[in-house]
Structures are given as C-alpha cells and as structure tokens.
Nanobody, 126 residues
Framework: QVQLVESGGGLVQAGGSLRLSCAAS????????MGWFRQAPGKEREFVAA????????YYADSVKGRFTISRDNAKNTVYLQMNSLKPEDTAVYYC???????????????????WGQGTQVTVSS
C-alpha cells in the first residue's frame, strides 16, 4: 500500500514557475513508477509526465515537453514536477500516481496506476 500526498500548487501568473511535490509513504517507493496527471474543469484527466524507478527513463505529454521536468528522490520518497513557462491552459488539479510494472508507453495511461494522491490545484492567470 502506498499513500501519496501532493503539495506545491497555487496561483501563478503566465510565464511563471511552480514546483509540485508528491510525498509517498511506504518502504517500497523506489520500486514504483511515478506519474503526474492533471484534470482541468470540464475535461478528462490527462497524462503529464512519468518517471521510472531509476530516474533513467521519462515520458512527457507533448503539451508540456520542454517546460516541465519530472524527477524523484528515492531517499526522500518524493517525486517532483518542476513547471516552467506556465500557461493559462496548464490550469488544473494535478495528481501524482504510482504503479508497478515495466516502464512502457502504457505508463501514460491512467488506468495502469494503482495509487493516487488527492490532488493539488494549479491556477495560471493570464
């Protein structure tokens, strides 16, 4: 069992930056693939980024590539999402998630994830 708690959300102007954190409980954090998803009002939840247990492999949605960076610190049981050059369309509730398995393109699918945090709101003003 893994419990995930996100933090770091808030209100920022377009062009600004935020860093989201997701703290995980449990001693097996380092074995999980970690992902970030987001859900804007009236829209379905969508994939943002994912990172393998070793940090050697990552996936990004095209919409955030070059602006967002996912990273993890297994010693601290924490995964991060550094968000730069934020746009109003990045406004959403951001969720972190954890899954077991092999790091493949299926990692970009929310149904592959076993554990979810409660989400943190990110609002980007124009």
């Amino acid at each position: 069992q893994v419990q995930l708690v996100e933090s770091g959300g808030g209100l920022v102007q377009a062009g600004g930056s935020l860093r989201l954190s997701c703290a995980a409980s449990g001693r097996t954090f380092s074995s999980y693939i970690m992902g970030w998803f987001r859900q804007a009002p009236g829209k379905e939840r969508e994939f943002v980024a994912a990172i393998s247990w070793s940090s050697l492999s990552t996936y990004y949605a095209d919409s955030v590539k070059g602006r967002f960076t996912i990273s993890r610190d297994n010693a601290k049981n924490t995964v991060y999402l550094q968000m730069n050059s934020l746009k109003p369309e990045d406004t959403a509730v951001y969720y972190c998630a954890a899954r077991n398995g092999i790091f493949t393109r299926a990692t970009m699918t929310e149904y592959e994830y076993d554990y979810w945090g409660q989400g943190t709101q990110v609002t980007v003003s124009s």
